[in-house]
């Protein structure tokens, strides 16, 4: 059962309230500084820092299905970030991506070498330094999906597991794959390159298509045309769809999020600008007016269609099962 701090002076180990006349809190009392205090449920307790918000609501509900409990704290809530680190075996920092650093600072001191410290950011690197000059063990984690998700069943998790023992891999991954996720295991900088075309490139191109929609409806408007993006999906096939819902689907979450994911990872400027030149190169083919033009767009399209041959049966299976199920709601 969690204990709760009471009312009384900071707690000389996690900063909390402690209990009255005494310099300890409830959950830290009669233990010895640096030890764990774990909870009775399968002997683990987990703490996630910030843990009401989207991402660490979902997760509470993935531990606590595998008999785990979980304490929260958060922004006004009953328990500090300290208490969690001073208290928990196991500490997860799920906060904005620009928060993290910050939020790993403050805990860091606090932890020992018994104890688990994760992250739940879209970026390795730099958490993972930070955690470990903590004297705890470390294992970066990225959930590779949003959190309005009601299952994780068939969905990705990135781990980056670069001071922890066998054990904790095998806990924390039983849980992930008990319910349905798939683990993929990387070092961080490995995680940071994949990510910046994984998430930095494709959300870069994807907010970039949404820009030229835009200003392409707007200059028609003022053009007397009356393009609207109405009329645009209103001919629009289920493959273009599933395009333009991307866009959506990107644009109706968190402008905060995009902004890290690609402000704050230092691989992606370098793909950005591979894109730039892509960009470039292609449209330099498509004005030209020259029959030798042809010829040049055969080679720009089958080049990357040798370079993307291993993929395009997967993706060929993967959007044709998108179609039919769109077709079928219809």
Do not use: W
Request: glycine fraction near 10%.
């Amino acid at each position: 059962m969690t204990v709760r701090c009471g009312i009384g002076e900071g707690c000389a180990s996690c900063g909390d309230r402690a209990l009255n006349g005494e310099s300890a809190c409830a959950g830290c009392a009669g233990r010895g500084c640096g030890s764990i205090s774990s909870a009775d449920n399968n002997g683990v307790l987990i703490g996630i820092i910030g843990g009401f918000g989207g991402m660490g609501t979902l997760f509470r509900g993935i531990f606590e299905r595998a008999g785990i409990e979980v304490i929260c704290s958060g922004v006004n809530t009953f328990y500090s970030n300290r208490y969690l680190a001073a208290k928990c075996d196991i500490v997860i920092v799920s906060v904005p991506i620009h928060e993290t650093i910050g939020v790993i600072e403050e805990i860091a001191p606090i932890m020992n070498k018994n104890q688990l410290l994760c992250d739940f950011t879209s970026i390795k690197t730099p958490p993972v330094e930070a955690m470990l000059k903590s004297e705890a063990r470390v294992m970066g984690l990225h959930p590779m999906f949003g959190p309005s998700l009601s299952s994780i069943k068939g969905q990705t998790i990135v781990a980056t597991p670069v001071r922890c023992s066998e054990s904790d891999k095998k806990l924390l991954f039983d849980i992930f794959r008990n319910e349905g996720a798939s683990v993929c295991i990387m070092t961080p900088g490995e995680h940071d390159r994949v990510m910046s075309i994984v998430q930095g490139l494709v959300h870069f191109a994807t907010l970039s298509v949404a820009e030229a929609v835009r200003n392409t409806l707007e200059k028609s408007e003022q053009s007397g045309d009356k393009l609207t993006l109405d009329t645009v999906i209103s001919v629009m096939s289920p493959v273009y769809r599933i395009e333009m819902g991307l866009i959506g689907r990107i644009l109706g979450q968190d402008a905060g999020l995009y902004g890290d994911i690609l402000k704050m990872n230092p691989s992606v400027v370098p793909v950005i600008e591979e894109m730039s030149a892509a960009v470039s190169k292609l449209k330099g083919i498509v004005e030209d007016d020259s029959k030798e033009s042809f010829d040049d767009f055969d080679r720009f399209f089958l080049n990357n269609r040798e370079a993307f041959s291993s993929y395009l049966p997967q993706a060929t299976a993967d959007t044709d099962k998108l179609i039919v199920a769109m077709t079928k709601e219809e």
